[in-house]
């Protein structure tokens, strides 16, 4: 009787145990087996920071992606799923899948590391946490527009209104104008509770030296100011002579206005890298955004950060 207890309460055991344990870890080892022997590997991101970071780190997976032959999986609650068309992503209810797969993190925001540029190819991974370089993606530039295409929802409208300016300002000025785009990040790198205390706005002689600039190439401009700070922004502008259009909307609508002027003037963070990137114009930026001997400026390779063809200015 006690040999055979002890054997009920064995198989008992048993059987809790392979009855408890989540049906979807057993879907999840077979689903990532099935698709790695069939030669199929995935990528996914880790999604940190706000908008821009995500779309700097999708161009960089994507980039990635291409040079391995990796799917890029994403969850279709992602922000930038709702935004971009991204025709080369497999949209699924969500990526969850993801946390099965191999985990490489850069070591700094905005250094590019080489490494990531020759994975092993019999895995899947999940790749982060900013990946902030166009080295990334250098190779695939006009596919990463194509990818970070607007939405129509949010593009056309845009397009009416830009086009509604130039056609105003053509006629005022009887001759064809140039619309810049500029964007002003102030308002939380102005805050004394900002919290990365190595990143300094933009000051107003770099806005200045960069509006000279712009007069020195072009005639018949128009400046569209996006801002997180439009009372400074209003402020610094009167330096330019008029006409300025002062934009404030949802920032995916700004990002939209700014990518499709002409031309763009940054000044500091990911937000205005994407707005001059995908506008295809000349683009401005501040040379000299992170404070020297601070743990942010420790993150940031400039040459690695802005592309060659870009023009810094102080």
Not at 42 to 62: D, E, K, P
Not at 70 to 84: A, E
Not at 96 to 104: M, N, P, S, T
Not at 287 to 306: A, C, I, V
């Amino acid at each position: 009787m006690f040999v055979s207890s002890i054997k009920g309460n064995f198989l008992l055991v048993l059987v809790i145990t392979c009855f408890c344990l989540p049906a979807s870890v057993f879907i999840l080892q077979n689903y990532i087996s099935f698709h790695q022997k069939n030669g199929i590997h995935y990528v996914c991101q880790t999604f940190n920071g706000r908008l821009a970071n995500h779309i700097y780190q999708y161009a960089s997976v994507y980039g990635i992606a291409k040079k391995h032959n990796f799917t890029i999986i994403l969850g279709k609650d992602d922000d930038i799923v709702q935004y971009f068309e991204l025709p080369s992503a497999e949209i699924r209810h969500s990526r969850k899948i993801c946390e099965a797969f191999e985990v490489k993190l850069a070591k700094h925001c905005c250094v590019f590391d080489e490494t990531f540029m020759n994975l092993p190819k019999n895995q899947s991974y999940l790749l982060g946490e900013y990946l902030q370089s166009w080295k990334y993606f250098s190779h695939v530039f006009n596919e990463v527009r194509k990818e970070l295409k607007f939405k129509d929802r949010i593009n056309d409208p845009i397009k009416s209104i830009l086009s509604d300016y130039r056609e105003a300002y053509t006629l005022k000025y009887a001759q064809n104008v140039t619309i810049v785009g500029v964007h002003i990040r102030r308002g939380d790198l102005a805050s004394d509770d900002f919290s990365l205390g190595g990143v300094r706005p933009a000051p107003d002689e770099y806005i200045r030296h960069a509006i000279d600039y712009i007069y020195q190439e072009f005639k018949n401009i128009v400046f569209i100011v996006c801002s997180d700070d439009m009372e400074y922004a209003q402020v610094v502008m009167k330096y330019s002579k008029p006409p300025v259009e002062f934009v404030h909307n949802e920032p995916i609508h700004d990002l939209a206005l700014l990518a499709n002027c002409d031309h763009v003037i940054t000044t500091v963070g990911s937000y205005g890298w994407w707005a001059g990137f995908l506008s295809q114009g000349i683009v401005l930026y501040y040379k000299y955004p992170m404070k020297e001997g601070t743990f942010e400026r420790t993150e940031y390779n400039y040459d690695d950060f802005f592309p060659p063809n870009w023009i810094g200015l102080e």
